[in-house]
């Protein structure tokens, strides 16, 4: 009785592991890194798009305030290039954070990958959007879940802004999706302006068509 007990849980853990971690991002474009718990998803030209983290809260515990600063170029060749972003006035700012990544020193590594990264004003990167980043922490605390994060940038199609003498695309929105607990969390966070606002994902998947973005997120 006890063996059938303990399958039956095991089974239990397994549909609710398949229901959290679910979450789906497609589309045309096959330019996919994975790092561990971190999946980066790029665009056909090879810009950062967009990153899935899949978070288990007992490494959230683990957390700290150790950061590997040390960005490099990763597996796929991009434009990046840290001398670029000198006096551009812009931010290398993070797609999956580094502090929530600071449970592992080699992930924590891998969140400082050129294509987790896009160019970000320095105001909107440590003001409102540092806020939603907080904010994802403390839901994780208050209901002490496993979690999956997506966070990304949308371009504009018809106006495209580049980093001074390169060929670096500057996003015109960040955007973060939080998964816990059965409920869904989505902000959009202007690069133009630093406004945050909190959407339903299928407005996010609007927004990805009207700028020609090949991507949905269910």
């Known amino acids: 009785m006890v063996k059938i007990m303990r399958c039956l849980y095991l089974i239990l853990l397994l549909l609710i592991s398949v229901n959290i971690f679910s979450q789906t991002i497609t589309g045309n474009n096959k330019l996919i890194i994975n790092h561990g718990d971190i999946t980066l998803y790029l665009s056909d030209d090879s810009l950062s798009m967009?990153?899935?983290?899949?978070?288990?809260?007992?490494?959230?515990?683990?957390?700290?305030?150790?950061?590997?600063?040390?960005?490099?170029?990763?597996?796929?060749?991009?434009?990046?290039?840290?001398?670029?972003?000198?006096?551009?006035?812009?931010?290398?700012?993070?797609?999956?954070?580094?502090?929530?990544?600071?449970?592992?020193?080699?992930?924590?590594?891998?969140?400082?990958?050129?294509?987790?990264?896009?160019?970000?004003?320095?105001?909107?990167?440590?003001?409102?959007?540092?806020?939603?980043?907080?904010?994802?922490?403390d839901t994780i605390?208050?209901?002490?879940?496993?979690v999956v994060i997506?966070?990304?940038?949308?371009?504009?199609?018809?106006?495209?802004?580049?980093?001074?003498?390169?060929?670096?695309?500057?996003?015109?929105?960040?955007?973060?999706?939080l998964y816990v607990d059965k409920l869904v969390y989505c902000w959009l966070g202007s690069n133009i302006n630093g406004e945050t606002k909190i959407l339903f994902i299928k407005d996010l998947n609007k927004l990805f068509k009207s700028n020609g973005m090949d991507i949905s997120i269910k």
Do not use: C, M
């Open 50 to 137: 967009t990153s899935k983290h899949v978070l288990l809260y007992n490494d959230f515990l683990k957390l700290d305030d150790e950061r590997d600063n040390r960005w490099f170029q990763d597996t796929i060749k991009s434009k990046y290039n840290r001398t670029i972003y000198s006096k551009s006035g812009y931010d290398l700012g993070h797609l999956t954070p580094s502090h929530i990544t600071s449970y592992d020193d080699e992930l924590n590594h891998k969140s400082f990958s050129f294509l987790n990264q896009a160019p970000q004003l320095p105001s909107f990167n440590r003001g409102k959007w540092a806020r939603v980043e907080s904010y994802v922490e």
């Open 141 to 146: 605390s208050k209901y002490k879940s496993d």
């Open 150 to 177: 997506i966070t990304g940038v949308i371009y504009n199609k018809n106006k495209s802004k580049f980093l001074k003498n390169s060929k670096i695309k500057i996003p015109i929105y960040y955007y973060k999706i």
